[in-house]
């Protein structure tokens, strides 16, 4: 049953303080696994939301982590990078009780009917009911370790302490130990970003732990019926190349869920509008395009697949447009930082660096970015602006040209439009009526005007002081 704790920072001040009072309480003791289990049970029975904060998994890896995790199961996830592989295993934690008891005291965290380390257990013989109980939040029941290549047993599992060692106990003393990360999440759950790449001979370490529930170090046994899960997480170009996970521990994974990319369109905008901290505000016509930029870069053959066009990459170019607009603002004296499409030409020369290009592709690197950016901006226009007959505004430009530019500020783009109805429907549909502010205004304009170029209704010109001129 889940806790009856309430939720908060630290638990009632009412709460059991001993192993006497613990049991009078009717507190009942759960394994790990029955404690999600039971837990994500509940909360798709009440329709309550157990992934708070993941999008696009809904119909795919969400219904598949669900039925590994109720059928009690350690867990690999398989993906690219950016797919949200951390952020989902981070999620299974709140499907733990908010609160559980523990030893007060106790190295790993036991619980104070299963004692199983041999100084817990010596405590529980000789106070009995008089055992102090301490309560422990679910963060603290969850533990990460980036797999790296300098990872160590010792870092896993444990090893001697010398320090004890030197106090008086013998080597073969099971409390010379000194656990490591493993045991230490006993009644926790335990996750290994990027298992791939732990050495062989480390993750032969885990093989124990995962079926046996012991441990071994420096060259004795001591038993340890550890109640952990277990979650990992891979990426398949490591999986299949630069490391691998070895045979025997990739037997004792009971599920291995592939993660993937938004599949949609709408998901992907989600994702950015959830993630991004942006310094001014971005309309969403040009989230969109920053959304269709990204899956774009994921289908072209320029763009080696095999590394990933990682979800933060879009991230990052919705926070370099705000940052672009503010920084307009800034120079042009605006009140109000307001995106405009002209910010969207700082993405492809910030960002290069964030992407693998396949081989042969060397120096057409910008061009191949430009060359996309320019399509998702069309398609974004085409989709947000369909029905709207564009013609009336294309030729009241071209005897009134509309000057923009990153050193434009948005009064001066409104200034030089032309007053046609037509604006006013692309004001209504890009979310741009009804203020007095220039920016959301301009915006709109720029979106219709760069949709009129991109189609070769209008042309734009580039002048020495980085502005342009639609005509």
Known sequence: MPSD??????????????????????????????????????ALRSGADPWPGIVGF?????????????????????????????????SIANLLDEWTPVIEGSEIGEHPYEPITPASRRRAA??????????????????????????AVADLIGDVDPVRVAEGRSLGDPETIHYGLVPRAHRGIVTINEL????ERIQVSLLNVM???????????????????????ANPEDYTNRGRIITPLKDRFGAEVRTHYPLELADEIALVEQ?????????????EVVARFTRSLRDSSAVDQASGVSARFAVAAAETVAAAALRRAAITGEGRAYARPVDLDSVPAVLRGKLEFASGEEGRETEHLVHLLRRATADTARFRLRGIDLNALAEAVSGNPVRTGERIPAREVVAALPATAVLTEVASRLDAGGTE????????????LELLYLTRRLTKDETDDDSVSYR
């Open 5 to 42: 704790l309430p939720r908060g920072d630290l638990p009632r001040a009412d709460v059991p303080r001993t192993l006497g009072e613990l049991r009078a309480s009717g507190h009942q003791l759960r394994g790990v696994k029955d404690e999600i289990r039971q837990n994500l049970i509940d």
């Open 58 to 90: 809904e119909s795919t890896v969400l219904p598949q982590l669900e039925r590994a995790l109720i059928a009690g199961h350690d867990v690999v996830l398989l993906g690219e990078r950016g797919q949200g592989k951390t952020r989902l295993l981070r």
């Open 126 to 151: 000789e106070l009995g009911d008089a055992l102090p109980v301490a309560w422990r939040h679910r963060d603290e029941r969850y533990t990460e370790k980036l797999a790296t290549p300098d990872t």
């Open 196 to 199: 791939p790449d732990l050495a």
């Open 211 to 233: 079926e046996e529930r012991d441990i071994q170090v420096r060259g004795y046994t001591l038993r340890l019926p550890l109640d952990i899960l277990l979650v990992a997480s």
């Open 275 to 287: 993630e991004a901290e942006l310094v001014a505000e971005v309309p969403r016509h040009l989230i």
């Open 437 to 448: 502010d220039p920016g959301p205004m301009a915006s709109a304009a720029e979106l219709a």
